[in-house]
């Protein structure tokens, strides 16, 4: 394996524990044992585990039923709902190419996702939301439909809404206040400025903030972190994806949870156990465990 295939070391631990409020295991290599293992090795004793497809979500669920340190999140990511409805010829996703579903497709798919977030080890509803980086116009519709049941799911079984927004920033805050969020509502991968933060904060929306806020060309995001309530902030992965700086590009895991803790303390100009320690109580707030 070549150096920028080859998993970071393991950081300094932190003192004061938290949580991996998004991540993919099912998408990194070895098995959720050594996942867990090598995080809790530098304080990262809790993961939220998000499904992106019905069969991702299932996998969620039984994964945080198995393990008492693992809690669900489940939904159709915004990709998916338009390659349910429209198909997916060129099998993009890790389900392969697909022919259209249509809107019955959708609903069926929808309907397992609600199953799901009735189940009591599943605390989130996500990731759902908007991305207009990979869906073009003739998917919006598919994609809106799908939040908006989301967040009817989220509000009726009580759980946390996880928020994909990808160049849909203005979408997704009207889609919001149209249906009425959930009591608890998470920007996963928060991808705004500081102007939007200050939207969030008075709506009461937490903001996860993951490696890539460590990047150089990420000055909007550090922008945004230090005018964030403290008490709205959460730290993620988003593994394997998002590898905070300076192992940019080389693959991702909650262990590398302390990298990203430590450069948002150092934003907000507070030591690293008084951010780890705000962390921990908000994930735990706003999965409401």
Sequence with gaps: MSAKDAPPPLPEPLLVEVADSHTHLDMQSGTVEEALTKAAAVGVTTVVQVGCDVKGSRWAAETAERYANVHAAVALHPNEAPRIVLGDPDGWSRQGARDAGGDAALDDALAEIDRLAALPHVLGVGETGLDFFRTGPEGMAAQERSFRAHIEIAKRHGKALVIHDREAHADVLRVLD??????????????????????????????????????????????????????????????????????????NAPYLIPVTVRAMAEVRGIDENAMAEALAVNTARAFDY
């Design 178 to 251: 149209e249906e009425g969020a959930p009591e608890r509502t998470v920007f996963h991968c928060y991808s705004g400025d500081a102007a939007m933060a200050e939207i969030c904060a008075a709506k009461g929306y937490y903001m996860s903030f993951a490696g890539n806020m460590t990047f150089k060309n990420a000055q909007p995001l550090r922008d945004a972190l230090a005018v964030a309530p403290l008490d709205l902030v959460l730290v993620e992965t988003d593994a394997p994806f998002l590898t905070p700086a300076p192992f940019r590009g080389r693959p």
